[in-house]
């Protein structure tokens, strides 16, 4: 029997992300780093080889649009498959789904540095638990969280996702 979100939330200790939305955990961290002369010119510092995060999204919630300038790996865990919703920087708008329905649901999926995505769970009255790995590792200074006037004003043909899948 699947356990619920409280369950897993309270289990892994797992803290909220409210600019985003679900819940999160970094459980990984490399202990050694990259110096940033050894990194493309978009990171402004170090970074550690490597992070990974436990990340729970109930489905009632969504991770709105971010972006990270590292790829971003995503793993299935448990729960409902949950649906990724992408824009890469030609205006292209892709859904990916994470989830145990191979072939149409990948185990695993790794988005594009610099890529927009966001996150829904396909069934609203269950959550997906997954994990995300970030290489280099991830840091706040990484992170953007566009409003939704950015977004409609870069992506204008794709109004009704940009909508949904932002704050206000």
């Known amino acids: 029997m699947m356990n619920d979100a409280r369950y897993w939330i309270d289990a892994l200790g797992l ?3 409210p600019e985003e939305g679900g819940w999160y955990r970094e459980v990984y961290r490399a202990a050694e780093s990259i110096p940033a002369h050894g990194l493309p010119q978009r990171f402004d510092g170090p970074r550690t080889f490597a992070t990974s995060i436990y990340y729970l999204l109930p489905g009632d919630d969504f991770s709105a649009f ?3 300038r ?5 793993h299935f865990y448990e729960g409902s498959p949950l649906t990724l919703h992408t824009l ?6 892709a859904r990916l789904h994470l989830g145990r329905a191979f ?3 990948q185990f695993q999926i790794t988005i594009p540095g610099g890529t927009y ?3 829904t769970v396909d069934d609203p009255a269950a959550f997906a ?4 790995t970030v290489a280099p590792g991830f840091e706040f200074a990484d992170f953007e969280a566009p409003s939704r006037a950015a977004l409609l004003a870069q992506y204008p043909e794709h109004e009704a996702v940009i909508r ?3 704050r206000a």
């Open 117 to 119: 995505f966001a996150a």
């Open 164 to 166: 949904r899948l932002t």
């Open 129 to 132: 638990l997954v994990g995300c």
């Open 15 to 17: 803290e909220p992300l």
């Open 103 to 105: 072939p149409d649901q």
């Open 66 to 68: 971010h972006r990270v």
């Open 70 to 74: 590292q790829d971003e790996t995503w």
């Open 88 to 93: 890469d920087a030609a205006g292209t708008y």
